[in-house]
């Protein structure tokens, strides 16, 4: 069995994840992985599962938060997703 890196758990369908980086890490849970190695969104502090916004180096959840959160360049930010033309 293998035991989680971020709660300690001994199971035996655990899973290992390697980063681009090379770190190894494992898991017992998605939830356990997402809580490790996903990025904060910078203004409201929700994790990043999806692929969120990144402007200038800095990681938002969505295009709100972009707009809200960074400089000028965030208010460029659109979201369209879903909008009617």
Known sequence: MAIC?????????????????????TFDCFECAI??????????????IGHGVEVEGRF???AHCAREGASTMGQQIRDSVGAHP
């Open 5 to 25: 890196d971020t709660c300690g758990n001994d199971y035996w369908m655990a899973f290992e994840v390697t980063t681009v980086s090379g770190d190894r890490y």
């Open 35 to 48: 809580q490790r190695l996903a990025p904060t969104c910078e203004r409201c502090a929700s994790r990043i």
């Open 60 to 62: 938002f959840c969505g």
